[in-house]
């Protein structure tokens, strides 16, 4: 009887952690397809794990006193609480799908990462209403959308752009990722960092 109690105990388990996963997986689809087709901006799409660390190394190697740094579009925050883990900085980690906002302010939770904060809110809204001064911005965004930053030059001291270039900016440093690419509208752009100093 018992064992049976027990197997019965572990399908429950399993088949909430099946409806669980489904139930993730529609939010995600529909955002998905939300951003593709309303919002007309890069879905979310995971930053490779290699550029987050040289995104680190680079923060911690040549901005070591950065007070503030903000992520624009940071997606589930994994690289926004990369960073706060390895900084005494205040990050501010913003994204405008609401899914995404939502599972990212919940591993925010679940991590005890304090000096990380999710804001769900358009970035570029944000920028313009907000009186913080950023030492560097984080963005892997899009061919499209990346240019849009050089508007917030007076709130924004350093760039740290993930494959996308602003485009009529020289940026300071280019680091090779050396492998990889992300592939945008049949275009692909080779994983590598453009660090611009304003
Ligand atoms: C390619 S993903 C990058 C996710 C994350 N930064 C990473 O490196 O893993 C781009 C993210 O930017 C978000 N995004 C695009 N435009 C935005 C905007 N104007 N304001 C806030 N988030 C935005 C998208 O919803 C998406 O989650």
């Given at each position: 009887?018992?064992?049976?109690?027990?197997?019965?105990?572990?399908?429950?388990?399993?088949?909430?952690?099946?409806?669980?996963?489904?139930?993730?997986?529609?939010?995600?689809?529909?955002?998905?397809?939300?951003?593709?087709?309303?919002?007309?901006?890069?879905?979310?799409?995971?930053?490779?794990?290699?550029?987050?660390?040289?995104?680190?190394?680079?923060?911690?190697?040549?901005?070591?006193?950065?007070?503030?740094?903000?992520?624009?579009?940071?997606?589930?925050?994994?690289?926004?609480?990369?960073?706060?883990?390895?900084?005494?900085?205040?990050?501010?980690?913003?994204?405008?799908?609401?899914?995404?906002?939502?599972?990212?302010?919940?591993?925010?939770?679940?991590?005890?990462?304090?000096?990380?904060?999710?804001?769900?809110?358009?970035?570029?809204?944000?920028?313009?209403?907000?009186d913080i001064?950023?030492?560097?911005?984080?963005?892997?965004?899009?061919?499209?959308?990346?240019?849009?930053?050089?508007?917030?030059?007076?709130?924004?001291?350093?760039?740290?752009?993930?494959?996308?270039?602003?485009?009529?900016?020289?940026?300071?440093?280019?680091?090779?990722?050396?492998?990889?690419?992300?592939?945008?509208?049949?275009?692909?752009?080779?994983?590598?960092?453009?660090?611009y100093e304003?």
């Amino acid at each position: 009887m018992i064992i049976f109690n027990i197997m019965f105990f572990v399908i429950y388990i399993l088949l909430a952690f099946v409806v669980i996963g489904y139930i993730f997986l529609m939010f995600k689809f529909f955002e998905y397809f939300y951003c593709a087709c309303v919002r007309h901006q890069p879905p979310f799409v995971a930053s490779p794990d290699l550029s987050r660390k040289l995104v680190v190394s680079e923060i911690i190697k040549n901005y070591p006193n950065a007070k503030n740094i903000c992520e624009i579009g940071s997606g589930f925050g994994g690289l926004a609480r990369a960073v706060a883990r390895n900084t005494n900085a205040n990050v501010y980690a913003l994204e405008n799908m609401p899914f995404s906002a939502f599972v990212s302010k919940l591993f925010d939770k679940i991590s005890f990462c304090k000096n990380n904060k999710t804001i769900w809110c358009d970035a570029f809204e944000f920028l313009d209403n907000t009186d913080i001064k950023f030492d560097v911005a984080i963005a892997f965004l899009g061919p499209k959308l990346t240019p849009c930053i050089q508007k917030y030059t007076d709130k924004i001291k350093v760039l740290i752009s993930l494959d996308f270039e602003i485009g009529c900016i020289k940026p300071t440093r280019i680091i090779e990722i050396g492998h990889g690419a992300t592939i945008y509208q049949n275009i692909e752009y080779p994983h590598r960092l453009f660090v611009y100093e304003f």
